[in-house]
């Protein structure tokens, strides 16, 4: 079986890229879903020593551990969508061009739709297989 992903407001194409639901793709997908999932804990984490008053030093380097995680959020993100849609350096470049929000929520999509945790929305597009 496969999903079909639309992924024309990322790439600028009509063509939807078919991604197998193979246990090597579902274990990917769930490995992306489990470090976004570390991320935003440490996020919390940060959140919450930052309600206890202590020094300035301790409050920077949480701030770098924040930072630290957002672009291991991002990275994480890209690599996801770059081997599971399989794209080329052209393509990864314009995924890059958007606004995080927007690359985050596409990768969750791509993840949900793999381990069935989504509706499949293929459509009567043509269809680029990854």
Do not use: C, W
Request: proline share 1%; charged share 35%; aromatic share 4%.
């Amino acid at each position: 079986m496969a999903v079909k992903i639309d992924v024309e407001k990322m790439l600028g194409t009509t063509k939807k890229v078919k991604v197998k639901t193979t246990t090597k793709n579902f274990k990917k997908a769930i490995a992306f879903l489990r470090s976004m999932n570390k991320v935003q804990m440490e996020q919390v984490r940060a959140e919450q020593a930052d309600d206890v008053e202590d020094d300035d030093l301790a409050a920077l380097e949480r701030n770098d551990e924040s930072m630290g995680s957002m672009i291991e959020m991002a990275d994480k993100a890209v690599e996801y969508i770059t081997d599971t849609l399989k794209l080329n350096e052209k393509q990864v470049d314009k995924v890059e061009d958007h606004e995080l929000d927007k690359v985050m929520g596409f990768a969750m999509d791509i993840a949900g739709q793999v381990t069935g945790s989504e509706p499949t929305k293929g459509g009567e597009k043509e269809t680029l297989k990854a």
